[in-house]
């Protein structure tokens, strides 16, 4: 008698639990849209999961949880599912606040001498995350390169590779700035979080900067 009556009520904890989750997940989706600074998000999103666990809570110890249907509770399980999966698609296509980002040298169809070149530009919001990428033209990958550093007054700058040492001499590459300010989930989401070094595209939903063509000489 004990065991069938404590099954039903560890599945009906688990779909509980499982919800709860999700509403987790579907809130913080949610208010990503509309928190952008990072400290704001989290603080929010530790707000609405600590009132939602001791609304769990609280509904355990009075036993409404364990008296209510398995297909009642697995139905609001699924719906909760469904609901964080609709909020965090909305969330992928949410446009990234704008912002102005150039790149002032290499200038367009400059020859640059050797693998090494200091990529310099100008982004109008110092906070900015600033993304630095050279695609040579042959093969057409992109590399992104080390995170450039910005000053206070929206200056920025990276010492770029063109190739290698011994490798890509006489060849083509593009360079191109990126920048975003957005909080993690919104940066993540977008694919605007890139790693350093080889990836197969860059992101559509972005600040994009003047593209510059150059030739590398030696």
């Given at each position: 008698?004990?065991?069938?009556?404590?099954?039903?009520?560890?599945?009906?904890?688990?779909?509980?639990?499982?919800?709860?989750?999700?509403?987790?997940?579907?809130?913080?989706?949610?208010?990503?849209?509309f928190?952008?600074?990072?400290?704001?998000?989290?603080?929010a999103?530790?707000?609405?999961?600590?009132?939602?666990?001791?609304?769990?809570?609280?509904?355990?110890?009075?036993?409404?949880i364990?008296?209510?249907?398995?297909?009642i509770?697995?139905?609001?399980?699924?719906?909760?599912?469904?609901?964080?999966?609709?909020?965090?698609?909305?969330?992928?296509s949410?446009?990234?606040?704008?912002?102005?980002?150039?790149?002032?040298?290499?200038?367009?169809?400059?020859?640059?001498?050797?693998?090494?070149?200091?990529?310099?530009?100008?982004?109008?919001?110092?906070?900015?995350g600033?993304?630095?990428?050279?695609?040579?033209?042959?093969?057409?990958?992109?590399w992104?390169?080390?995170?450039?550093?910005?000053?206070?007054?929206?200056?920025?700058?990276?010492?770029?590779?063109?190739?290698?040492?011994?490798?890509?001499?006489?060849?083509?590459?593009?360079?191109?700035?990126?920048?975003?300010r957005?909080?993690?989930?919104?940066?993540?989401?977008?694919?605007?979080?890139l790693?350093?070094?080889?990836?197969?595209?860059?992101?559509?939903?972005?600040?994009?900067?003047?593209?510059?063509?150059?030739?590398?000489?030696?």
């Amino acid at each position: 008698m004990t065991t069938t009556t404590t099954e039903p009520n560890m599945l009906n904890r688990t779909l509980a639990v499982i919800a709860a989750v999700a509403d987790v997940s579907a809130v913080s989706a949610l208010i990503a849209q509309f928190l952008r600074q990072d400290t704001v998000l989290v603080l929010a999103i530790v707000a609405v999961s600590v009132i939602l666990i001791l609304i769990l809570s609280w509904l355990i110890q009075r036993g409404w949880i364990d008296r209510s249907s398995i297909v009642i509770l697995g139905i609001l399980c699924l719906a909760s599912i469904i609901i964080a999966a609709v909020f965090w698609a909305s969330l992928a296509s949410v446009k990234v606040t704008p912002i102005q980002i150039k790149i002032d040298a290499p200038q367009e169809g400059e020859k640059i001498d050797g693998y090494r070149y200091v990529v310099k530009g100008t982004v109008n919001d110092p906070n900015a995350g600033v993304y630095v990428v050279v695609r040579p033209l042959e093969p057409l990958d992109y590399w992104v390169q080390e995170r450039p550093t910005v000053d206070a007054t929206g200056n920025w700058q990276v010492n770029a590779y063109f190739g290698e040492r011994s490798a890509g001499v006489g060849e083509g590459y593009e360079v191109i700035a990126l920048a975003t300010r957005e909080n993690f989930l919104v940066t993540l989401v977008t694919g605007n979080f890139l790693r350093v070094g080889k990836t197969n595209s860059i992101p559509d939903n972005t600040n994009r900067s003047n593209l510059a063509t150059v030739t590398r000489t030696r």
